[in-house]
């Protein structure tokens, strides 16, 4: 399935006067790159949002009333919820909205670096 971004692209890149062609080409990757990456990221946040969902509702379960077996079980499930839980980089760091942030950030400042150097 084709990215709508990337079917509108071709018509985007038509070159009106006085418009660096460069410019624009590494403003639409940065533009779609961007786009791509909030995906990913919203959807990490999502992920371990839920996952504090799920361990504050088991939190809440009347354990004390339920037998022993299900009292060591839910135990195990509070213990494992404290863990956090989202989508990784290659296991090496979470991916949300923060880090989004982080990244939209410092790809900017080396856009606007590279802007200037060439």
Do not use: H
Request: hydrophobic share 45%; with cysteine.
């Amino acid at each position: 399935m084709l990215n709508p971004l990337t079917a509108a692209s071709p018509g985007l890149l038509l070159r009106p006067q006085g418009v660096n062609v460069k410019l624009m080409n590494m403003f639409l990757l940065f533009l779609f790159v961007s786009i791509e990456t909030f995906g990913y990221c919203y959807l990490g946040t999502k992920l371990s949002d839920e996952s504090i969902n799920v361990g504050q509702a088991v939190y809440g379960i009347e354990w004390y009333t339920l037998d022993c077996r299900m009292q060591r079980n839910i135990g195990f499930m509070i213990m494992r919820s404290q863990r956090r839980v989202g989508v990784t980089a290659a296991k090496f760091c979470f991916v949300d909205m923060e880090q989004f942030g982080t990244m939209l950030n410092m790809s900017y400042s080396f856009f606007v670096v590279l802007k200037d150097a060439f």
